[in-house]
Every structure is written in structure tokens, then in C-alpha cells.
């Protein structure tokens, strides 16, 4: 059970003009939320919007969730996050994740095998160069510092910049078991996606064993305050769809397997199986409206605070609040959450 549970928003990723978010992060500031959260696919980057937010706020704080590491080489990551993190007065939160083979390849250009090794190693490096107690140096295999090939001339290096914090709280995108174990040894915090609350201890009480104390869990929950339970529930479904059908291959889908574990295996593949034959309106329909409910907020705001007793059973410790921008809701919600 979380004993004070905090609230954040997910902005997600940014796709065109008027999804400039900067009137909700400064509502949620003002409301004392504690952090906003950015993203990013094949599109926007996740960086760019979180600092146009960074450069209008001084005290909530600031997150990715997630920055793929495929994008990024370790040490371009680690300049990103130290300069955010120096400009914002120490505010940065880092989320990074493995994504899956169908954006790594397809986008990236870059080989998927060994997520996990692969995310270990990243790891080391971002804190070796925030650290700078010594030239940076990794043995790889994945990414070998100095590069062993090439001109032969490459040599460690030791940023010129001294970052702000030389610990930036590093969160794990995972939904798999042996990566949420992974998190729990080598991160500061997970950051689930789809996730039932009363499901966490059953499926991951084991990977999130050895966790230390301080540990976060930050869920990102589409939230809808509405009279019309039906609509609320048809919207929710959107993403799952989305994510089921086509983020992922056919025969190798991370959010296909996490809805199987949830308890719909059968009903995912179905979705999966029209959303990929060009059927997004009936995919969108199969998914199970219990599915859609169990892992969001949704409905009037008695119903709201009564299922926020299901996630504060929970080992979450921040509510990361997605769909909602305006100020009002926004308010309601912090209160309900405040108790």
C-alpha cells in the first residue's frame, strides 16, 4: 500500500501545433503536482517538448517516459539529460526503455537483440559520464567506449560540462518480468504502461522484490471525468488498441504479451488480428471493456474516487494522469488524491 500517493501527468508525445501543453503543465504546477512526463515513438522527440515545459516552470519536475535508447547512443543521452537538468535547477527525471524490434530496426536502424544486457550497459554509461570521476570507458559488447575500430584514435573522454546532480533518478520502462527485475536492481523507479493495480503483486511481486526503499512506481492512467461511462470507456480503448494492433509484430509484441498476462490473451490476439488486417474500428470494439476499466480512471468523479482506493492498495507511487488538460479536472482530482 502506498502510503502518500503522488500525482504527475502524462503529456505524451507531441504531434502538431495546438498540442502545446504549456496551460495544463503550468495548471499542474500550480495545483502542486509533483511531475509531467513526455514521450516519444517514431515522431517528436521527447527532450524538446519536455524543455519548452522546463523553460516555463521552476518547480515540477520533469520527465521522459520513455526516451528509447536505440535513438541515442549513452553518452548523447547523458548530454541531454545533464544539460535539461542544469537549465532546470535539478528537476530532470530520466525514463528510458528498450522498445521493441519493430522501431528499433525499422527506425532506428540499429540491432534489437539482448534488450536487457543492452540496458544494463546504458545504464553504467549514463552514470560513469554524470559522475565524472574518471574518462569514460566501457568494455560493450553493445557499446564499447573508446570505439574499437575505425581511425584507432578514439580516446576516453570526461564531460567538460560538471552536471547539476551527478545521480539523475533514472526510471525503466518495462513490461515484462525480467525487465521490471531489472528496474528494480538498477533504477530508481519503474514506469509501467497498461497496468491493472490490483495485478502488480500477483504478476510482479517476485521482480520487484529486491527494489530498494525509495523505489518509485509511476503509472501512467488514462483518466476521464464524464456522466457517460460508455463514451469514456470507447476512448480508453483507442490506445490499447493502438498498442496491441500496431506497435509491435505480428508474432512479437511486448504489449501483446502484458495483455495476455492481464488475463486476455484470447482477446488480444483478436484485436491484434484486425487492427493488422486494416479493421481499427472493430479492433478498437474488441477490446474488453473490463480490460479498458481495470487499467484507467474513468467515469463521474464519485466513481473515480472510489477506484482510486484500488491504486492506492497498490505498490504505485505516482499517478501519472493522461487526457486531461484543464485546469477544473485537473483540481478535482489532486483533491480527491489528497484526501
Known amino acids: 500500500m502506498t502510503a502518500e ?3 504527475g501527468i502524462h503529456v505524451g508525445y507531441w504531434q502538431r501545433d495546438p ?24 515522431g517528436s522527440d521527447a527532450f524538446t517538448p519536455l524543455t519548452w515545459y522546463a523553460a516555463r516552470t521552476s518547480t515540477i519536475r520533469l520527465g521522459t517516459s520513455v526516451v528509447q535508447m536505440s535513438a541515442r547512443t549513452p553518452a548523447a543521452t547523458a548530454m541531454h539529460a545533464l544539460t535539461l537538468d542544469a537549465l532546470s535547477g535539478g528537476r530532470v527525471i530520466l525514463g528510458i526503455g528498450a ?56 580516446k576516453p573522454l570526461k564531460s567538460i560540462v560538471h552536471p547539476v546532480r551527478p545521480e539523475i533518478p533514472i526510471y525503466l520502462g518495462a513490461e515484462g518480468p525480467k525487465n521490471i527485475a531489472l528496474a528494480a536492481e538498477l533504477a530508481q523507479g519503474w514506469l509501467p504502461l497498461f497496468i491493472d493495480p490490483t495485478r502488480i503483486e500477483p504478476l510482479f511481486g517476485e ?20 456522466d457517460d461511462l460508455a463514451s469514456a470507456l470507447e476512448f480508453a480503448k483507442i490506445p490499447l488498441a493502438f498498442y496491441i494492433g500496431g506497435m ?56 473515480i474516487k472510489e477506484r482510486l482506493a484500488l491504486w492506492r492498495d497498490s505498490p504505485i507511487t ?22
Not at 498540442?19 to 503550468?26: A, G, I, N, P
Not at 509484441?253 to 495476455?260: A, E, P, Q, R, V
Open 5 to 7: 500517493m503522488k500525482l
Open 19 to 42: 498540442e502545446d501543453r504549456t496551460e495544463t503543465v503550468l495548471a499542474a504546477e500550480r495545483l502542486g503536482y509533483d511531475s509531467v512526463f513526455t514521450a516519444e515513438a517514431y
Open 99 to 154: 522498445s521493441g524490434p519493430q522501431v528499433v530496426e525499422g527506425w532506428y536502424g540499429v540491432p534489437f537483440p539482448k534488450p536487457l544486457a543492452r540496458t544494463r550497459e546504458y545504464i553504467d554509461i549514463l552514470r560513469r559520464v554524470w559522475r565524472r570521476e574518471e574518462p569514460v570507458t566501457s568494455e560493450g559488447p553493445h557499446y564499447p567506449l573508446p570505439y574499437p575500430g575505425g581511425t584507432g584514435l578514439g
Open 207 to 226: 521482480a520487484l522484490a529486491g527494489r530498494p526503499d525509495g523505489f518509485e512506481i509511476a503509472a501512467t492512467v488514462t483518466t476521464i471525468v464524464t
Open 248 to 303: 509491435g509484430a505480428r508474432d512479437r509484441n511486448f504489449h501483446l504479451d502484458l495483455i495476455g498476462r492481464l488475463g486476455y490473451a484470447e482477446q488480444a490476439a483478436r484485436v491484434q488480428e484486425l487492427f493488422l488486417d486494416g479493421r481499427r474500428a472493430e479492433a478498437i470494439k474488441a477490446v474488453p471493456d473490463e480490460l479498458a476499466d481495470s487499467i484507467s480512471l474513468l467515469g463521474p468523479i464519485g466513481r
Open 318 to 339: 505516482t499517478l501519472l494522469i493522461a487526457g486531461v488538460h484543464d485546469e477544473p479536472t485537473l483540481r478535482a482530482l489532486k483533491e480527491l488524491v489528497d484526501g
